[in-house]
């Protein structure tokens, strides 16, 4: 009895593992737009590439928000949120955020990539003189470009990270350091590397 036990245990456990270590959503995706190429399906192939495509695109944006920074001392951070927009919606914007909080202060990180609206943005950002025309003052943090914006207790900062990524840091009841605090606590050459 205890060795048909042990039998069906290991079955079930080959089984859960095989599964596992079977193709992904991706690799399956794009199987089945083959197949249906093949097949003369061109509908079936094209909506299966749409999927795979959707698929990476959700990939991409849990890369970017394992890449937040954490909370600096005394901070708190909020669950990340992403979002990975269809081809048909937004061009495809690949999207991550989290926000931070101490007492009525706040400051949101945001990863923008993949967006059509982003050309206007670069554009903008690699013009120094349509950035300083913004009230915002051009600077570096960390070897990027940064167009700062700090007014009483609240503040922007918008940097380009490898001319394909938007990053924005927002902050409510802040000093301008604490601001730029959390710009210095982003890895760029990551960010970089990740596009």
């Known amino acids: 009895m205890k060795s048909s036990a042990l039998v069906a245990v290991l079955a079930f456990s080959l089984a ?3 599964q596992a270590l079977r193709a ?4 399956d995706s794009v199987d089945e737009a083959m197949q249906a190429y093949k097949a003369g399906d061109y509908a079936t192939a094209a909506a299966s590439l ?8 959700q990939k991409r944006a849990e890369t970017f928000t394992a890449l937040l920074p954490a909370a600096p001392s005394g901070w708190t951070a909020e669950d990340s949120t992403s979002s990975a927009a269809g081809a048909a919606m937004l061009g495809g914007a690949v999207s991550a955020e989290r926000q931070y909080n ?3 202060s706040s400051v949101t990180v945001k990863l923008l990539t993949d967006s059509p609206m982003l050309a206007g943005v670069m554009m903008f950002m690699n013009n120094p003189v349509l950035m300083s025309s913004e009230s915002g003052k051009l600077e570096r943090i960390k070897g990027q470009k940064a167009l700062f ?3 009483d207790d609240s503040g922007e900062i918008n940097i380009v990270v490898g001319g394909a990524m938007l990053v924005t840091i927002e ?5 301008a350091a604490e601001l730029k605090s959390f710009a210095e606590a982003i ?3 990551k960010l970089a590397a990740a596009l």
């Open 16 to 18: 859960s593992l095989s």
């Open 24 to 27: 992904d959503d991706v690799i």
């Open 50 to 57: 749409d999927v795979a495509a959707q698929l990476i695109r």
């Open 102 to 104: 101490r007492g009525d």
């Open 149 to 151: 914006k700090h007014q």
């Open 171 to 175: 902050g409510h009841g802040v000093t």
């Open 187 to 189: 890895d760029f050459a």
